[in-house]
């Protein structure tokens, strides 16, 4: 247990969660304010410390059934902030991202009269202006113009310049951290000369993570790491994703090509049944057919014995015979009592035969068992 709380696991801790909120800070920043807005997220921490000359202090603000709390900070660099921070911070569920106020006495204020055609460069210009209003180097001071007021008649423009020394800055971010709180701002708030006048107690942001180009070497390391990441993780999804469509375009290929040979052997399977079902099928029509042996073995017992038969025809399921019978009409009985043969009709008139022994005829038969072959 004694490992676990080593001062070297807490300050990795605080560390891994410094580098954390940045981050989340840095993403939080390329998102639309009106997304913001809708997710209730105004882009603004909660906690606030007001920073002076001889006192610091941290304001917890008031949530739910937790009032408003206040935390003394140490401005010496080798004393240890108050334990109960971070404590107090996850009982009220608030983030450790933290605005730092200036109090006026640590800003120098003053106001310029510019010509309104200075407002395009207006940074630039007092970017070459600021050594001559105050006995430091530019290097050493940030600075933020506020437009107070544009004087159209007079073409002029007054300003209000608010200046810190980068010293300052730097040492209210390094009070922020020693504390675990991750520095979102470092602001002040314009005193102008007189209560009263326009931006009197209005916030001027003097710093933000980045915004003036002097962010910390390490930090601008990450950032740049953390982008060639994001595009190496970027280019090396969209290569994974082309190679498996191209893998996924080879399956279909190869589907597509055992499809096709798969069509063409069912066509020729399919081909190769319908041949045999109509083989079968014309097998089976022989079989039942009546073949004209049988149609002849069944006149042969149906046809009287004072009569004989000398065409004999088989059309389909019509026969057709042509003879001498003593007395024809005695063909008609026998014909209609068959179980093969039926319907017996003359289909010429009845005559007498060339000798005079009997009766020629022309009978036609239908054959009732199914078509002759």
Known sequence: MATLTSPHISTVSRLVRRGASWWVFELEQMLPRQFLRMMNRTGEPDLLITLGRREANLIVPAQGRHS???????????????PRIQSLLRARRIGTDVRIRLDSSLVYETGLVLPTAAERSLRLILGHQIE?????????????????????????????????RRETLERARRLAMAAGLVPWSVETTITADRAGLPGHGEPVTLWMPGRDG???????????????????????????????????RHELAGEVG??????????????????????????????????????????????????????????????DIVGISGRAT?????????????????????????????????????LKGGAGR
Not at 214 to 230: F, T
Request: glycine fraction near 6%; charge should be neutral; aromatic fraction near 4%.
């Open 68 to 82: 408003a709390a206040t935390v003394s900070l140490p401005l010496a660099p080798g004393q240890r902030p108050e």
């Open 132 to 164: 001559r209003l105050v006995p430091l180097a530019a290097d050493e001071v940030c600075f933020e113009p506020r437009i107070m007021a544009r004087r159209p008649e007079a073409g002029t423009l007054e300003v209000r310049l608010v200046i810190a």
């Open 214 to 248: 002097r962010s910390p070497r390490w930090q601008n390391r990450i950032c740049r790491g953390l982008e060639a990441a994001i595009l190496a993780l970027a280019i090396a999804a969209y290569g994974l994703h082309v190679h498996r469509l191209d893998e996924i």
């Open 258 to 319: 055992r499809t096709r040979q798969a069509s063409l052997a069912v066509e020729r399977l399919s081909a190769h049944v319908a041949a045999m079902q109509a083989a079968v099928t014309f097998l089976e029509e022989r079989r039942k057919a009546i073949q004209p042996l049988q149609v002849l073995d069944e006149l042969t017992r149906r046809v009287p014995h004072n009569s004989w038969v000398s065409h004999f025809t088989l059309k389909g399921s019509e026969v």
């Open 330 to 366: 005695d063909l008609v009985g026998p014909i209609e009592n068959s179980a093969l043969l039926g319907n017996p009709r003359f289909l010429a008139p009845i005559s007498l035969s060339p000798g005079g022994e009997g009766e020629s005829f022309d009978l036609g038969i239908s």
